[in-house]
């Protein structure tokens, strides 16, 4: 079973508008974290926020937020006010396990592709 | 600000060739890992290493492949013999301890076999 699932394969979102990008995960593991990464055309993966499951609040990182709803098993992320660079690709990914000891690999989604036009 | 740097940025080789790829995680974190994309495809998790060994591997983690930190700043991922399939993009990642800590990326090593 997919660990983590994001339904949406690519998306259009006009300049200076809000885009919401969906990410549902899988996990019986109490202690989790849940993360996003942008990957731009030239390659790199680059850490926007993180969640935790025990998190009382949704995280937010300037103009990225999280929309945390734990007992659905969703972890959207929403950008506001869309600029240009923000065309990407976004992947949700999970780590299970809530020891210091835990290796804490990354389990990631297919991505969504988003596309911000002028 | 700190960053995982990689090297090669692309690498060519013939099928049965090995590669070394190389990365230098940020200097005081404990915890390393090297992931794979296939184009197009989504991210998946190669190996982890934690205090000089091998912590968690997966199932595409053969015995083509293997890992070492040879001194105390560089992390090496090697594969002995490449396929057809090991076309990718390698990834090297690090963090600190603490179990809500960023893994930070690298730019990545396009590896292209021929």
């Known amino acids: 079973a997919q660990k983590i699932t994001q339904t949406q394969p690519g998306m259009f979102v006009q300049e200076k508008e809000a885009v919401t990008l969906d990410c549902t995960y899988d996990?019986?593991?109490?202690?989790?974290?849940l993360f996003w990464y942008k990957q731009p055309s030239s390659g790199e993966m680059i850490f926007l926020i993180y969640?935790?499951?025990?998190?009382?609040q949704n995280a937010t990182e300037g103009r990225y937020s999280l929309n945390f709803q734990k007992a659905r098993k969703s972890a959207n992320l929403v950008i506001s006010a869309s600029q240009l660079g923000d065309s990407a690709m976004y992947f949700c990914?999970?780590?299970?396990?809530?020891?210091?000891?835990?290796?804490?690999?990354?389990?990631f989604g297919a991505g969504t592709q988003v596309v911000v036009t002028p | 600000e700190p960053e995982v740097t990689q090297t090669p940025s692309h690498q060519v080789t013939q099928m049965g060739q090995e590669v070394i790829l190389r990365c230098v995680p940020i200097?005081?974190?404990?915890?390393f890992y090297w992931y794979r994309q296939i184009l197009g495809q989504k991210v998946e998790f190669l190996v982890s290493?934690?205090?000089?060994?091998?912590?968690?591997k997966s199932e595409i983690f053969d015995d083509q492949f293997s890992v070492e930190r040879p001194d105390g700043s560089n992390f090496t991922l090697k594969i002995r013999s490449t396929k057809l399939e090991d076309s990718a993009m390698y990834f090297c990642?690090?963090?600190?301890?603490?179990?809500?800590?960023?893994?930070?990326f690298g730019p990545g090593t396009r590896l292209l076999v021929l």
């Open positions: 996990t019986s593991d109490p202690s989790y974290g």
């Open positions: 200097s005081n974190h404990l915890y």
């Open positions: 990642a690090s963090r600190s301890s603490g179990f809500q800590e960023t893994q930070y």
């Open positions: 290493f934690y205090n000089n060994e091998i912590s968690e």
């Open positions: 969640q935790g499951s025990y998190d009382q």
């Open positions: 990914a999970m780590r299970e396990g809530g020891t210091t000891d835990s290796w804490g690999k990354l389990q």
